[in-house]
């Protein structure tokens, strides 16, 4: 679902100001995804997305947070030019790893337009990258290799399962509007193993891991102050993902969901099926924003308590992608006990996100 | 000893020289002021000019370029890749002409996400990061801002080929990097300025623990011919070398108004100094040391110095701004271009000039306190001792030797692309000419046959018996007539080479320039044909420029592509020297301008490889000719050869020749009617061309004109201390022959053909000295400051009558400070000694 996190970059809440004069694709109900295509990228759409979060334990036991994002943007905008620098797509990757003895997220980026084989997104399967930044799927398993400021991935995350497929068949709405939707599918439970550098320390790790590919044209609804997101991997094999778009006057905008269990069995959760309610608030000594960073999630039949890695997973993009959110690995516990582990996304705490 | 009598007897010479001292406080005031002002102006284009370099390259580490065409985009992939890399950044840069002015601003285009982690300030401040994507956005320098009278919400229309392209204003970019400059997207610069598939420059950010010098040399050799790779310092180090021979040149003028400055308080303190010998004297015998009166006489000049200094660096810093509000940082000259500089008092060179100021007073006053404390008291305290002072004919050797010195210094190269040689050889000549002048003064006063009249003959037996007494007043005459001839040549053969270049350059009759200003427009191929079929015209011939990069460490060469006549191709080029016959089998030729002979060595029959459409091409160099316009090197190869090794078939400028009847209006009128696009071109008459040129380079000579009235003044106002010091100290002299029965008028008489001799000796050896030192100007300074020739053209008319004007005013001067230094106590003066 919801790394709709992209949606609020400036490149896009521009992109919605503008009368574009692209004709973007639109999302339509009823129509199959195919794969491994539909692993690939969509060009035809304004937005895209490959989100990676994931678990990892190195050799001492110690766990961490690892996320690596491809983005790609079709701003709508010189789409007549003759140049091979027009900026027709764009791609951006984010990265970040979360490392409790650090106490804070480190993270880097990475933002080009596509062409000369510097940044592209290839259609017939997953095989992104930006600069040397890259996302590949080779068979059933994703590599992500990226080397940032202050740490280095290079990680496999190897798919036992077909894609969940997220909403109806592929088709997940966003909001009261039917336009307002996308195409979603996730793969949990991934097998996540590779080396994490650190402090120019290379560490070999394993854990398990989450990918969402999601593509639309139109989305984020006018009255949305935000959303919360989660997608869980539970120690039995089964996977969640729920999320709820909050409206400006607090309430609850649209919600929704799925649940897979062990077996491969694929529950989708309706708006009212899913709820999510804050345990405990954490307050960024950075913004003053002050996050809901544990939760009480109520999906169907699963009821899990959030808490995170540690409080302050808080990413302030603000001097580059201009906002500031919360990104973070959390465990879920069922009557106090870890049953998965998993990533919680917050966003529209610093503000309503304006589009 | 009483330092008020020193004081009362000091101060005398102030009160009594005035108008003198004043005039050395102007000609000291006028040195400092203009070499003050030349410091100024520089220090401030170039530093604004390398501080906007620094803030525009940013972090770069290396900058590869290539012609001003450009270069191969797909090189940026190959760029970006290199494991050294950290980040490459593709530039697009335009020099557009903005529409509807003969100026054009530099626009960048480039790519935002890549510029941001290498060159900031060329990344537009926007609200979003998308406008700056948006293709008809452009983002303006503040400076650029203020310069169009243009902001945010406004529009920028500049010309690309002959057609207009509007771009929106979408904010400010650049800082405070003080320069003019517009920022746009890459894609959207290439569609506007149809460089699609080619960029300017890319610029390189290396990783952490990358070794850029290895790093460099490494990627040099990966690029295509014509591209290069250099450390963005080294660019603007380019830039500041070729300034320096201008600002050199400006330099050297100033210097030589301070040493005319000098001679004047020479002169006049000799004069003054003679006035006070028996002051002199008897503070010398009140107990005064020697040492001493040297000390205060120098202080006296010193005194003269500072006023001038002080005056100097008030009209230096007033004339600097002026400059630079009227001719903008450039100094009119263009090598600035886009700099929007401030001038700032500089400590540092007022100091330097001011000391400069002082130190040149005080040797100026030097000889004449030694001479004056050199007097024996006692003799001097009796009257008719005075022209010991002048007495000494020293041996001609350490003249000859520096005469020497200053023709062996002619043969000298460049030091450092400057012509110091050339200017130690005239500063040579001149010392050692004025080293000689007692005996040049006796040489030719021996062989001038005795005249019949009484006064005269008396004149002359008195110079020939005394040949050491002229030399001080020959010395000002001399030092300022060299001087102003050697320019005044120099000047008039410069102005009448570039005439004739100017009528060779341009037989056709209209030229029409795609933009006055700029490289952002240029005819096209279907333009060329409108222009050709517009009626009246007989024949259009069309030139294309391109700037090459032939050396990493020089500033680019012009290539120009010219329609040249088949059967003569070289009738239409100001050639210099021999030619090579074309034979079978040669490359292509190409003429080269005598920068290049310079610069980069080249000479005809050598074969050359010019780096054209990232290929190099063999080419012969055919011939040399004479460039007044880039002083960088130009190359002139055949259009057709052009086209065939680039396929670019676009076109700068063109030249029509017309139809038998029909006026250039005529063709205006046709051509607005036939191709309304053409109107944004510039059309002009090569007597239009000329007329502008010929204005062009009489205002940048217009300082050269005013110190040469300077010079003459100086030269006079010097011509007349100093032989009124002559015949002060002959005060006796004159009493006696009075005495034995001279007149008043004879003796007058006697004097003015004494200031006559004397005038017609400095003149005849300052033409001669000003002759071979414009020779030195010409072959030596401007070809090493420059790198052009020109001929030797002698205004032997201007001259001859300046020469004539300035020996009547010589001898006016010369009875007329004879006069006063007569006044009426001559008769009385013989008393002195009874």
Known sequence: MDRRIFLTMPWLLAAGRVRADAAYARVERGAALVFPRDHGSHPDFRTEWWYVTGWARDADGADFGVQVTFFRNRPGIAEASASRFAPKTLLFAHAAVADPRAGRLRHDQRAARAGFGIAEAAEATTDVRVDDWSLRLAGDTYVARLAARDFAFDLAFGAREPPLLQGEGGVSRKGPREAEASYYYSRPQLALSGTVTLDGRARRVTGVAWLDHEWSSEYVPPEAQGWDWTGLNFDDGSALMAFRMRARDGGDLWAGGALRDAAGNVRALGRNDVRFAPLRQWRSPRTGFVYPVAFRVDAGPVSVELTPLMDDQELDARGSVGIVYWEGAVRALAAGRPVGRGYLELTGYGGPIRL | ?834
Do not use: C
């Not at chain 2, 900031?120 to 406008?131: I, K, N, Q, R, S």
């Not at chain 2, 390189?204 to 623990?209: C, N, S, V």
């Not at chain 2, 009119?332 to 400590?347: E, Y």
């Not at chain 2, 004007?805 to 400070?817: F, K, Q, Y």
């Open chain 2, 1 to 834: 000893m009483n330092t008020a009598v020193v004081q009362a007897v000091l101060g005398g010479a102030f009160t009594h020289q005035r108008g003198r001292l004043a005039l050395s406080v102007l000609a000291i005031a006028l040195g400092v002021a203009l070499g003050y002002a030349v410091a100024l102006i520089n220090a401030a284009a170039v530093g604004e000019f390398a501080g906007g370099m620094r803030t525009l390259s940013g972090v770069a580490d290396l900058e590869v370029r290539g012609p001003r065409g450009g270069f191969d985009e797909a090189l940026y992939a190959t760029l970006a890749r290199d494991p050294d890399v950290a980040v490459a950044s593709p530039v697009v840069e335009v020099d557009a002409r903005i529409a509807g002015r003969d100026d054009a601003l530099v626009v960048y285009g480039v790519d935002a996400f890549r510029a941001a982690a290498v060159t900031p300030a060329l990344v537009g401040a926007a609200d979003t990061a998308l406008d700056l994507l948006r293709p008809g956005a452009v983002f303006l320098s503040p400076a650029a801002a203020a310069w169009l009278g243009a902001g945010p919400g406004g529009t920028l229309t500049v010309q690309s080929g002959v057609r207009d392209v509007v771009l929106a204003i979408a904010g400010y970019a650049g800082g405070d990097a003080g320069r003019r400059f517009a920022v746009m997207d890459i894609a959207a610069a290439q569609d506007a300025f149809a460089r699609g598939g080619s960029l300017s420059r890319v610029d390189l950010r290396l990783r952490p623990g990358s070794d850029a010098a290895l790093a460099r040399e490494r990627i040099a050799r990966t690029l295509p011919p014509g591209v290069v790779v250099a450390a963005p310092r080294d660019n603007a180090a380019t830039t500041e070398r070729m300034s320096r021979a201008y600002r050199v040149n400006l330099n050297v003028l100033a210097l030589v108004a301070l040493f005319t400055g000098g001679l004047l308080v020479f002169s006049t303190q000799a004069l003054s100094v003679v006035r006070r010998r028996a002051q002199f004297a008897l503070l010398r015998t009140l107990g005064l040391a020697r040492r001493r009166l040297v000390a205060l006489l120098v202080a006296e000049g010193a005194l003269v110095g500072a006023a001038g200094s002080v005056v100097g660096l008030a009209a230096g810093y007033g004339l600097a701004y002026a400059v630079l509000r009227v001719f903008g940082a450039d100094l009119g000259a263009g090598f600035f271009r886009g700099a929007a500089p401030q001038i700032a008092f500089d400590a540092w060179s007022a100091l330097v000039f001011a000391a400069l100021g002082v130190a040149v007073a005080m040797t100026g006053s030097f000889a004449p306190a030694r001479e004056a404390a050199r007097a024996a008291p006692a003799a001097a305290l009796k009257a008719g001792d005075e022209q010991q002072a002048f007495a000494r004919l020293r041996s001609p050797l350490p003249g000859l030797v520096l005469l020497a010195a200053g023709a062996a210094a002619t043969r000298l190269p460049p030091v450092g692309g400057l012509p110091l040689a050339g200017y130690g050889a005239i500063a040579l000549m001149l010392i050692g000419t004025l080293l000689l002048l007692p005996r040049i003064a006796a040489l030719v006063l021996a062989r001038v046959p005795a005249p019949r009249a009484f006064a005269p003959a008396l004149a002359l037996d008195q110079l020939r018996g005394a040949p050491g007494q002229a030399s001080v007043s020959l010395a000002t005459i001399v030092a300022s007539v060299s001087l102003m001839v050697s320019m005044a040549i120099m000047v008039a053969s410069f102005r009448q080479s570039l005439d004739d270049w100017l009528a060779a350059l341009l037989p056709a009759d209209v030229y029409v320039r795609a933009g006055p200003a700029g490289d952002s427009a240029y005819f096209d191929q279907r333009d060329q044909q409108a222009l050709a079929a517009v009626p009246g015209v007989a024949r259009v011939a069309f030139l294309r420029a391109q700037a090459l990069v032939l050396d990493p460490a020089l500033p680019r060469v012009t290539l120009l592509a010219r329609d040249l006549p088949g059967d003569d191709p070289e009738q239409r080029l100001p050639l210099v020297g021999e030619t090579l016959p074309r034979r079978a089998g040669d490359p292509p030729p190409v003429w080269v301008s005598e920068a290049m002979v310079d610069l980069h060595g080249m000479h005809p029959g050598a074969r050359i490889e010019l780096p054209l459409a990232g290929r190099t091409w063999p080419f012969v160099v055919a011939g040399i000719w004479r460039d007044y316009a880039r002083q960088q090197g130009a190359l002139v190869v055949e259009r057709a050869t052009y086209v065939a090794l680039t396929g670019d078939r676009s076109a700068t400028d063109a030249a029509v020749w017309l139809a038998p009847g029909v006026t250039p209006a005529a063709f205006r009128a046709a051509l607005d009617a036939r191709f309304p696009e053409a109107a944004r071109a510039a059309l002009s008459t090569p007597g239009e061309i000329r007329a502008l040129s010929l204005a062009v380079f009489d205002r940048t000579f217009a300082v050269t004109y005013g110190l040469l009235a300077a010079a003459i003044v100086i030269g006079l106002v010097g011509l007349s201390s100093s032989f009124g010091a002559l015949v002060l100290a002959r005060r006796r002299e004159f009493g006696v022959l009075r005495h034995l029965g001279m007149t008043r008028r004879q003796v007058g008489a006697m004097l003015a053909t004494e200031g006559a001799a004397i005038s017609a000796i400095g003149l005849a050896t300052g033409l001669t000295l000003g002759f071979v030192m414009s020779l030195v100007l010409i072959h030596v300074v401007n070809r090493q400051s420059f790198h052009w020739s020109m001929a030797l053209s002698v205004p032997w008319g201007s001259l001859a009558a300046l020469a004539a004007a300035l020996l009547v005013l010589a001898m006016a001067t010369t009875v007329a400070s004879a006069r006063q230094a007569m006044g009426g106590g001559v008769i009385r003066a013989v008393r002195d000694d009874w």
